[in-house]
């Protein structure tokens, strides 16, 4: 196929989403005081209210064209922000908590409120997206603490569920067809052929611009605040890196990706490579990899980036081609079986990690494949495509290569071999110890409950408010109370846009699930308010799409109060605030991860809370629950039985509507 034909194909593969919730810890000590900002881990949803399509490419439409012609991220009225947070607010009060809250909340609105408000339009008037830079360094870049659990997301390919089962003997040759295919996307997009992607409803164009940040990204750790240093470039825009960084047993090395001509090499080329590094790397002892360093804390990394640039200025050099590489391929000897390829994916082995790349891809010796990601640069969307775009060639290859066998003359790849001292040593030997540490409080369930997909279309029930719903009654059942609850809209059709929270955590939610415990209520009167509780979902999601929400506003707000040195306003300090997840303490962090088998996860946002991300088929689930061991009243697993039962519950009662 041609690659016009590649992206027709492409184009008519339905889109998730994949995101979660984070505590990230902020840099500066008087942006500490009382704030712990939420993280987005979005990909895109794929759902009539905020739906994309991949057109097939016009020969004249370049991927990054619009960028500039998108409207830019609107401000919401204060009074409407105002009024949707109450709303949100209701579920986590008792009726004296809502009352003073309501009074803060109407003491906001007539007073500091309207100040700051005006002082964000004037910022929004002078930047096109008035958000942007904040959420990148507030939320992201000024954390200070280990970005393993806290910046970074897992996930996976689900080859295995097609045409490569786990096998013996295969490693290579399959890392090989997958780098290959990689890298005709990252061609893809140098030479702007990616069609741009548009709302299903109504047509917008989508921002595109988190795409240049898939490849050739890495972040670079700073004693305040980290940078996002980006190489790639369209062909349009000049000449980027085209090598790929591979790490085996410690070991570093690099190769070109391109020939002679400027094309990418083919499979059985690539496989040549990586079996020079894997039969070199495995001639030599393993090594402590510099890598480890990037999983602990931002301030100890850094001295440590800067110590080692000191002993050696070459490692500099080294550094830099791994920061500027195309991406980077972890050769691993685990053999995960697929419950455990998540857990691999998010905690795995830290020899084999570079945390701060934006996109890392992990082979197991079973054949199978995972990946690793840096949050900062991009949500998950961008990642998805080119994993869709991956799988779709494999299938149509049958997983095999079916190209010229001829193996031409390159250099092979070159060892970074970096030069350590003691210091070096020791760090990285500390940096292992707190990453065992912190990723073995982590509890994963990986599991695949049954589900009717076609039965929630055909009573007009979208299926991941349906989900939404059972992710509420699952929580309600175990805590006997609602739940603040963390879902992600996209909103990619204004300027270099991102996300914004939805808060499903509804009063119709609340109600529903009180209705399914009450042995006396009807199944008539639990079914209308299920369809109450899903139309709510679809309301305030589509709001949200709009950047309509409330947190990204309230968010606003509350960097232009400390900006400008005006003391706290009492929304931010009050009780309800935190209860209703406000500064990053949702409950449950939940994410539709699309309607495939492409999976990604995190860990919870609260010490006492759940992740909940779920990919759903037609007639099954992937679902993923995370949770903390540290908290005695969580578990995974029991969430997980809860929830499946839950769903089996659900299912049964709207197979009983009549439309």
């Known amino acids: 196929m041609s690659v016009l034909q590649h992206l027709m194909a492409l184009s008519r593969i339905k889109i998730g989403t994949l995101m979660a919730g ?8 008087k942006l500490l005081t009382k704030i712990k900002i939420e993280r987005n881990w979005a990909l895109i949803r794929c759902m009539p209210a905020s739906s994309t399509k991949m057109m097939a490419m016009n020969p004249e439409e370049k991927t990054f064209q619009n960028e500039d012609t998108l409207p830019s991220l609107p401000v919401p009225p204060l009074q409407e922000t105002l009024r949707k947070y109450l709303d949100s607010v209701k579920p986590h009060v008792n009726v004296d908590e809502y009352r003073k809250t309501e009074s803060i909340v109407k003491a906001f609105g007539d007073g500091i409120g309207k100040e700051l408000q005006e002082k964000l339009l004037v910022k929004a008037k002078n930047e096109r997206n008035w958000i942007e830079k904040w959420w990148e360094d507030v939320v992201y870049l000024r954390s200070r603490g280990s970005p393993v659990l806290y910046a970074n997301f897992g996930g996976y390919l689900p080859t295995v569920e097609d045409v490569w089962p786990p096998a013996e003997g295969v490693q290579l040759e399959r890392l090989a067809l997958l780098v290959y295919f990689n890298m005709k996307f990252w061609e893809i997009l140098r030479k702007e052929q990616l069609p741009i992607e548009r709302e299903r409803v109504g047509n917008k164009a989508l921002s595109m611009i988190q795409y240049k940040s898939l490849f050739n990204t890495c972040k670079i750790p700073g004693n305040d605040i980290d940078t996002l240093d980006r190489h790639f470039k369209s062909e349009f825009e000049g000449d980027c890196p085209s090598h790929v960084v591979v790490l085996r047993n410690g070991h570093f090395y690099s190769f070109d990706i391109l020939d002679g001509e400027g094309g990418v090499i083919t499979a059985p080329e690539i496989q040549r490579q990586l079996e020079y590094i894997k039969e070199k790397s495995d001639s030599v002892p393993r090594v402590p990899s510099i890598g480890v360093m990037t999983s602990q804390d931002r301030l100890p990394w850094t001295q440590a980036r800067q110590h080692l640039m000191k002993i050696d200025p070459k490692n500099k050099e080294r550094l830099k081609c791994i920061e500027s590489s195309i991406f980077l391929v972890a050769i691993e000897d685990t053999e995960p079986e697929m419950s455990e390829l998540s857990r691999h994916a998010l905690c795995g082995d830290v020899n084999s990690r ?50 010229p066998m001829e193996i031409r003359q390159f250099p092979l790849a070159e060892e970074l071999k970096f030069t350590t001292d003691e210091m070096i040593i020791k760090n990285i030997q500390q940096s292992y110890e707190q990453h065992q540490k912190e990723t073995s409080n982590v509890d994963i369930v990986d599991m695949q409950p049954k589900f009717d997909k076609q039965l929630l279309k055909s009573k007009r029930l979208h299926p991941d408010a349906f989900i939404q719903s059972a992710i509420q009654l699952t929580y309600y059942k175990l805590h006997g109370k609602p739940g603040s609850t963390y879902e992600t809209a996209t909103t990619r059709q204004f300027y270099h846009g991102r996300t914004e929270t939805v808060r499903t955590c509804t009063v119709e939610n609340i109600e529903y699930c009180k209705a399914m415990l009450d042995k006396d209520t009807t199944s008539q009167v639990r079914l209308e308010l299920l369809y109450k509780a899903v139309d709510k979902h679809t309301q305030i999601m589509s709001e949200c799409k709009d950047n309509a929400g409330c947190d990204r506003h309230l968010f606003g707000l509350q960097m232009i109060a400390m900006e400008t040195g005006v003391p706290m306003p009492d929304i931010y300090t009050d009780p309800s605030y935190t209860k209703s997840g406000g500064n990053g303490n949702f409950i449950l962090s939940s994410s539709l991860n699309g309607y495939s088998a492409l999976h990604g996860l995190v860990p919870p946002m609260c010490a006492n809370g759940y992740g909940a991300y779920y990919s759903i088929l037609q007639k099954d689930l992937r679902l993923v629950v995370t949770s903390w061991k540290s908290d005695a009243d969580t578990s995974s697993m029991h969430f997980y039985k809860t929830c499946e039962q839950t769903i089996m519950e659900m299912l049964a009662l709207a197979s009983t509507a009549k439309l």
């Open 354 to 403: 570079f945390f701060d790349k934006s996109y890392q891809l992990i082979s197991h010796k079973n054949g199978i494949f995972s990946l690793n990601a840096d949050h900062s640069p991009y949500d998950g969307l961008t990642l998805l495509g080119a994993a869709y775009y991956t799988i779709l060639q494999i299938k149509q290859m049958d997983g095999k290569w079916q190209g």
């Open 22 to 29: 984070r505590i990230p810890l902020l840099g500066q000590e």
